[in-house]
């Protein structure tokens, strides 16, 4: 009941935490005071990520104070927006660095996602401030073509926005693209526009309306990795004995150009082709991270490095195969932190303070992320503060060495992650420090009882007696499955004797066939006579089974004399002393009879 009472109160408590942080405001108005009064835009697309920095100087062209600004993203790239921030220029006299922003609808545009921006100081009436706003898409840049072979380069295409999407009319703007490459098929020659290496500027546009949409498609190279996790499970084990576990599973995609027709690593080390291909992954981990470990579904990963940097531990992994596009893979990655960074504690309250994802590579992209946090047995979770909207899942219990009644899980849930998502949440938890001598009294008491059970056991006298009819059925069996073994292995010989026959058809090479059936009937005729040998003993102890294992051993001579065959009808096509039509049909004679008696072979042992 109590641990009942505990689940609807953390439910309760994150329900009330996400409503906190991320209120979608009821109604927004658009400011017809407010004017963009100069724009300068930057899209960066030189990875697979497209990052957009705008500068706005914002002017009040009213009468009255305005104390929020309303951002908007284009409809159509809603659903590819993974990160949106906004920031005062640390160099004006409102010294703020993050503003708060807050969903919002305007009644007249309700298909528009806004975002309601408060200002740290009203804007007075003919005043102007500079507002910097960040936004992060994944997904939004496509290959084309969309299949490359392995020595073509990887060729991008982006569709965006030649104007800022903002609510407000703007004065003047431009737009500075930022390419990975000079390389540039096609691009939107809306005038005024430069090209210059690697850069396409744009503007500036004198008086574009609020809401405007202008086609901007570039089609360029782009042979930096286009790699998407697509799922990522954290787990944070928390102890309170100076360590946390951290462990990540990472099921990664590489979601570039597929790579069409075959692969060659010949050419592939030789040409250094494959450019738009993954060899390495460098991730950076916490600088106190320690017993770093990088394994698959195989076993350990032997090709990583690791480097301690200053403020990191940078490790370099190095997958079994590299990754072109349409390729895939997944890992497990883990290692070891000190708790004394990362956990704070005041008498019984605890806060655990760590990022909710970690870097992975540069220019991450984490389709859907699952974090399980992982409280030591007996805490009891009273706050949590996640830095953004978050999906909290059911309470999960954990067990594990000397645990009693489980350690609580919080499970979190987000989707849609990039590097901007970096940071720290915070778990307020309770846990009595009583609790911490529970697993060595436990471990104590458990070798008391082993003691004693020790103890009482030397004591006992147990007369044995000799039961023969329990000795005759377990030799019975014994005999069974001695005999289910040596038919294992027959079937095992006649497996490699059907190997050089087929492998004969299409390399003529006769002569290895008979040195190969040689040494295979040989073998053969030592595992036949075995089973003869078990006959005679079955005959006398388990005469039922003795009449099967008869059976069993016609049987095998019946598929060696096939075989026999078989190899005799491969002679005669190798030199060419039968025709292919006459060849095919004698073989799919013998091969049917083969089968039959594997049937009969299968249906005796089964009832052994």
């Known amino acids: 009941m109590e641990r009942r009472c505990l689940s609807v109160f953390i439910a309760l408590s994150l329900l009330c935490i996400v409503s906190r942080s991320f209120v979608v405001a009821s109604d927004a108005v658009v400011s017809k005071d407010l004017v963009n009064k ?36 284009e409809p159509n790239l809603v659903q590819n927006l993974a990160y949106i921030g906004a920031t005062i220029p640390q160099n004006t006299e409102d010294n703020v660095k993050q503003l ?14 806004f975002w309601e921006v408060a200002l ?10 500079v507002l910097e706003v960040e936004t992060v898409f994944t997904h939004l840049l496509t290959a084309h073509p969309q299949q490359i072979t392995q020595n073509e380069k990887q060729l991008v295409r982006y569709r965006g926005n030649l104007y800022l999407y903002s609510p407000y009319a703007t004065t003047t703007q431009t737009t500075n693209v930022v390419l990975s490459s000079s390389s540039i098929e096609s691009f939107t020659k809306t005038k005024p526009f430069t090209q210059s290496d690697s850069n396409v500027n744009y503007g500036p546009f004198e008086n574009v309306k609020g809401l405007t949409e202008g086609e901007l498609s570039i089609h360029y190279e782009n042979n930096n990795p286009f790699l998407t996790v697509t799922n990522l499970l954290r787990i944070i084990e928390v102890s309170h004995w100076g360590n946390i576990a951290v462990e990540e599973s990472i099921h990664l995609d ?46 350990n990963i032997s090709t990583s490095h690791l480097k301690v940097l200053e403020d990191s531990v940078e490790v370099d992994l190095r997958p079994r195969f590299p990754l072109f596009g349409g390729w895939k893979t997944n890992y497990v990655l883990g290692y070891n932190l000190p708790s004394y960074e990362y956990l704070f504690n005041s008498d019984d309250n605890y806060i655990l303070k760590m990022r909710f994802v970690d870097h992975i590579f540069d220019d991450m992209t984490i389709d859907e992320a699952t974090v399980k946090i992982i409280l030591p047995e007996g805490a009891k979770p009273s706050k949590m503060d996640f830095p953004y909207e978050v999906t909290i899942g059911k309470q999960e219990q ?36 009583i609790l911490m001598v529970q697993e060595p009294l436990l471990v104590v008491m458990a070798f008391y009882l082993l003691f004693l059970l020790v103890i009482f056991y030397v004591r006992l006298d147990f007369s044995i007696t000799k039961d023969t009819t329990s000795e005759a059925k377990l030799r019975a069996a014994s005999l ?18 059907e190997a050089l026959i087929t492998k004969t058809k299409a390399s003529k090479d006769v002569a290895s066939m008979q040195a190969g ?65 006459a060849f095919i049909q004698n073989e799919q004679t013998l091969v049917k009879k083969k089968e039959e008696l594997n049937g009969k072979i299968d249906t005796i042992v089964s009832s052994l």
Do not use: M, W
């Open 398 to 433: 954990h067990f594990t060495y000397l645990d009693t009644v489980g350690r609580p899980v919080i499970v979190v849930r987000k989707s849609n992650l990039v590097e901007n998502h970096i940071i720290d949440f915070e778990i307020h938890y309770k846990f009595q420090k």
């Open 480 to 497: 069974r499955d001695r005999t289910e073994g040596l038919q294992d292995k027959i079937s095992y010989l006649f497996q490699n004797q």
């Open 517 to 581: 059936q040689k040494k295979i009937n040989a073998e053969l005729k030592t595992e036949l006579q075995h089973l003869q040998d078990l006959y005679a003993k079955l005959k006398v102890e388990v005469p039922d089974s003795a009449e099967k294992a008869n059976e069993l051993l016609k049987l095998n001579r019946q598929i060696k004399d096939v075989i026999a065959q078989h190899v005799t009808l491969v002679e005669k096509l190798a030199y060419d002393k039968v025709n292919k039509a």
């Open 100 to 113: 708060k922003l807050v969903q919002a609808q305007v009644k007249e545009q309700k298909n528009i996602r």
């Open 120 to 129: 740290p100081r009203p804007l007075d009436a003919g005043r102007t401030t």
């Open 38 to 73: 100069k724009v300068e835009r930057t899209i960066d697309i030189a990875s697979q990520l497209v990052k957009i920095q705008t500068k706005i100087t914002l002017e009040n062209a009213g009468k009255t104070a305005v104390k929020t600004v309303l951002l908007a993203v």
């Open 254 to 299: 590489h979601t570039g150009a597929v790579l069409k027709g075959s692969f060659s690593r010949y050419d592939y080390q030789r040409e250094q082709s494959g450019t738009s291909s993954v060899k390495s992954i460098k991730t950076l981990l916490p600088a106190a991270a320690s017993d770093v470990y990088y394994r698959d579904e195989i076993g």
